[in-house]
């Protein structure tokens, strides 16, 4: 049996058993606190927490899943081992108000022994019995189920059966919510069979967990309470490397000879095989895991190298036809490094050129009949691997070079600074650093190396503080902010507090109708009115714990603290705010639908005049992608669609919501529902898309790998931007003469050119015969070393003139060329074909004169210091003497 038929064999089981087949979800979350769909639950979490009904009582399901950073983080150990993994497949059934353990725990040993033939004498089951201080009871109903099922197949429960305390056996979702006992069926890969429970949970990779049962049915209210679930839940986990590797390596159950590896199906031995043939050496899978990763031998760091690779490329492929593309922040950082790690592994190997994009295409191959989005974005998938590798290839020389200059100055422990070194500036893992210097006998400090990321992490949250704004408003109570209603846009309350801050101060109001800057929008600004006089509102931040600062240009004290004050927002920015803020979210909308679903918010900046919007994309967008991104926002604009905003609970926001990736959401949310899309959004907005009046795409650009940025106009920012071009056609017009302005452009063009090739001739004839002269004035000379004196002109020039005269030097000749530069002496050293030293003539020169200078081959130039009103180089004595040693030599 081979991976495929192992999943396509799952889904058939449980289709059997009632179960409805669902799509694995995304890589890409819908929970903004991971990094990557991680398990099998992460798409039904809303059905355990009863915030959706599950639309079906059974459902199994393979879910595509990477562990690299965050919690779960596997990186550092893929390829060392044979069984660790970034990217794994997980098969699952799931149980909601359904069917709960007997049937699992039947149907689990049913599939594995009867229908996949796995010898029931190799496996182990645990349950769950807590110690002291541990949650909920023995779970006694999964033992005597257990029990049961080995004795009806001959075999002895008390040598399969075995418990395991809360670490092990007692699943949680988080300090509270949902969680349960869970089952773990465990296999003996060891030789004879003998290893038995004694290997259970241990450390022995020849004792394999396969499959973990957990049955859901409390509820954990925190402070170590619990309640029983009003209805229990099933959810199952069994990866498919592990169940396929263990078919592969033992033959069928044939032979338990070899070291359990996961790394053996044909998940990853056509990958090998391409490898073998990229190397092009000797070479081959040989299976051996590092035993000691301070002391790899050569066989081992070709396998390792083998399983990095095997399981990066995985990874990469699958992610990015996600829409999860290598960057500088978060998952795409996390990516760009698994990225480079295996560039870097690649080199064990001696893999050249973009083997990723080609090993992408094996991977594709492999996979692209479960996962259907996988062929039609082959081309993305390749052009970004090669983009990505290209780029880090740049830089490695450069990494290794330092990496060769610390071990040779450093002894046998490279410094943790120049490890951190090359894993910021150069993008080395550390782990591979680490293998490097093992090669050499050399040690990495990797307490300094720490040491010296939290000193860039302290500098980070420095940064991050330093732009926040420096006043402290936690001990007060939140603000009740009532300017949602852009109708709305005044109220009375009290001052609750002001705050001195530089040349003014912060006012603070039991209510207010001022939004404080926060998601990319900017703040409002308005007028207070105090006691009978009018204070300006220049800016409105927002404080710790919801409070809404309202920043004046004059120190007001405390003594207006309980006084009444009238609160009015200028209505005319904020409407304007409100229109681009809308924009924003049609424009991701539209681009999402034009560019696909990869497309994520990595950014944004609202405010009165303009809007910014930065997302995730692998390149530059076409004009004619452009162009429809803008036509359909405007179509969305014309449609005036009545915009829906709404509260609810986190768990119950909309299943198509959109929610941005690091920030962090209360258990109640605001929902902005245009049309069929909806976002998670705070902000201000208007009342229907009929209110942007017209969206205007100002510029696109690339700023970061995988990131573009579109700004934009809307209403009356974008009317004031027709309005100004159709100004300045007016007036360019009328310089053009009145007739049509692409017309008149096109011919002085053509103009211009014409000119431009005239002035191009004059100049190459004048340099001819400059040339000409200079050369005549040498005269015959048996020296090798020559000097001209050439006419005042600038470094660019004087540079062109030497190459001009290369053609005409006889072999081992080597002319000086010096110019008045104005402020300095320009030179230029010129060497005949043979020649190879002119950029170290050129240093000695520039050195003997003060000045700087380099270059290579038989090309080099160079700038000497003038003094004040100098106009002759013999009034220079250091010039001079430089001069002398030129020609004398």
């Known amino acids: ?52 009904r599950s639309p079906h009582g059974r459902i199994a399901d393979v879910q595509k899943c990477i ?5 779960h983080n596997d990186l550092d150990d893929v390829g060392y081992d044979c069984y660790h993994h970034t990217f794994f497949e997980m098969l699952g059934n799931w149980s909601f108000g359904d069917y709960f353990k007997e049937e699992s725990i039947r149907w689990a040993w049913e599939l594995l022994v009867n229908r996949w033939k796995f010898p029931g004498e190799r496996l182990m089951a645990t349950v769950y019995r807590p110690s002291d201080g541990e949650p909920a009871s023995y779970d006694e109903e999964a033992y005597s189920i257990w029990c049961d099922v080995f004795r009806s197949t001959g075999l002895n429960p008390c040598e399969h059966v075995t418990y395991g305390g809360a670490k092990d056996n007692f699943w949680m979702m988080g300090e509270t919510g949902p969680c349960g006992p869970c089952s773990e069926i465990h296999m003996d890969l060891t030789e004879r069979g003998d290893g038995g429970l004694a290997l259970v949970n241990g450390t022995n990779p020849r004792s394999m967990e396969l499959w973990n049962l957990v049955f859901i049915q409390y509820n954990a209210l925190g402070n170590g309470r619990f309640e029983k679930l009003s209805q229990n839940y099933v959810d199952t986990g069994m990866g498919l490397e592990r169940i396929a590797g263990i078919w592969a390596n033992t033959n069928g159950f044939r032979d338990f000879s070899r070291e359990p590896s996961n790394y053996c199906s044909n998940l990853f031995l056509p990958l090998f095989d391409r490898m073998v043939k990229l190397s092009g050496r000797d070479i081959a899978y040989g299976h051996s895991p590092a035993k000691n990763r301070n002391a790899l031998n050569e066989r081992e760091i070709t396998d390792c190298a083998f399983r990095a690779i095997g399981d990066h490329i995985r990874t990469l492929t699958l992610a990015i036809a996600d829409g999860i593309f290598p960057g500088n922040e978060g998952r795409n950082y996390v990516l760009r490094r698994i990225l480079r790690r295996a560039v870097l592994f690649g080199r064990r190997l001696d893999l050249r050129g973009n083997f990723l994009a080609d090993l992408a295409n094996v991977a594709i191959e492999i996979l692209g009949t479960a996962y259907g989005n996988l ?44 490890v951190f070194e090359l894993h910021d500036t150069y993008g080395f893992p550390v782990d591979l650093s680490q293998l490097i210097a093992a ?47 852009s109708n709305k846009l005044n109220c009375e309350s009290n001052i609750v507090a002001a705050i001195p801050d530089g040349n003014g101060c912060f006012l603070v109001t039991a209510r207010s109708p001022f939004y404080g800057e926060m998601g990319g929008q900017r703040g409002d600004i308005g007028d207070i009115n105090l006691g009978g006089r009018t204070l300006k509102v220049t800016d409105t931040q927002r404080g710790g714990n919801g409070v809404i600062l309202h920043r004046i240009g004059e120190v007001v004290g405390d003594e207006v603290v309980g006084e009444s004050a009238i609160l009015s927002v200028d209505g005319n920015l904020r409407k304007r705010i409100c229109a681009h803020h809308t924009a924003t979210h049609i424009l991701q909308a539209v681009l999402r639908k034009v560019l696909g679903n990869h497309v994520s918010q990595a950014g944004s900046s609202v405010d009165g005049n303009s809007l910014r919007f930065d997302f995730s994309h692998f390149q530059a967008l076409s004009d004619s992608e452009l162009a429809a991104v803008e036509a359909e926002a405007n179509e969305i604009v014309r449609a005036n669609i009545t915009l829906h905003v ?41 009342g ?58 096109a011919t002085l063009r053509d103009r211009l050119r014409n000119m431009e090739k005239a002035m191009g001739e004059l100049e190459e004839s004048a340099q001819r015969n400059e040339v000409n002269s200079l050369m005549a004035t040498l005269g015959n000379s048996s020296s090798k070393r020559r000097l001209i004196i050439a006419r005042p002109q600038d470094g660019g020039r004087l540079r062109s003139l030497g190459r001009c005269l290369q053609d005409k ?70 010039l001079s003497a430089a001069l002398e040693r030129f020609t004398d030599h």
Not at 25 to 50: D, E, I, K
Not at 461 to 483: H, M, W
Not at 701 to 712: E, L, N, P, Q, Y
């Open 809 to 878: 030097l006889a072999e081992d000749e080597i002319l000086l060329l010096l110019s008045d530069g104005g402020d300095r002496w320009n030179f230029c050293i010129v060497g005949s074909a043979n020649c190879s030293t002119a950029g170290d003539l050129a240093k000695n020169f520039a050195a003997g004169t003060g000045g700087g200078g380099g270059g290579k081959g038989n090309l080099a130039c160079g700038t000497a210091p003038k003094c004040c009103g100098e106009d002759d180089p013999a009034k220079n004595s250091r």
């Open 646 to 686: 709404f509260e609810t609970e986190f768990n119950s926001r909309p299943a198509n919501c959109l929610a941005n990736f690091g920030e962090r959401y209360g258990a109640v949310v605001r929902v902005v529902e245009i049309g069929q899309t909806a976002e998670l959004c705070g902000g201000t907005h208007v």
């Open 439 to 485: 090669e050499k006998n050399r040690t990495i400090d990797i307490e300094g190396f720490n040491g010296a990321m939290e000193k860039q992490r302290r500098r980070a949250r420095d940064s991050q503080k330093l732009q926040k704004i420096s006043v402290d408003a936690t001990n007060l109570p939140p603000t009740e902010f009532v300017g949602y209603d």
């Open 1 to 52: 049996m081979d991976a495929n038929k192992f999943r396509s064999d799952f889904l058939d089981f449980f289709r059997d058993r009632g179960h409805a087949i669902v799509p694995s979800s995304s890589l890409m979350p819908a929970a903004p606190n991971l990094l990557f769909t991680n398990a099998g639950m992460n798409q039904f979490v809303p059905y355990f927490l009863n915030s959706q």
């Open 688 to 745: 229907a898309t009929g209110e942007i009046g017209i969206f205007k795409i100002l510029g696109e650009s690339g700023i970061a790998a995988g990131t573009r940025r579109i700004c934009a106009v809307a209403g009356e920012a974008a009317y004031d931007d027709y309005a100004s071009l159709a100004k300045d056609m007016r007036l360019l017009k009328k310089d053009l003469g009145g007739g049509d302005v692409f017309e008149s452009v």
């Open 67 to 71: 562990r690299a950073g965050g919690k």
């Open 375 to 418: 062929k039609p974005a082959a081309d993305v998938i390749r052009a970004t691997l090669i983009r990505e590798q290209e780029a880090f290839e740049r830089t490695i020389g450069r990494g290794l070079q330092l990496m060769e200059e610390a071990m040779a100055r450093c002894g046998n422990c490279i410094p943790g600074d120049i």
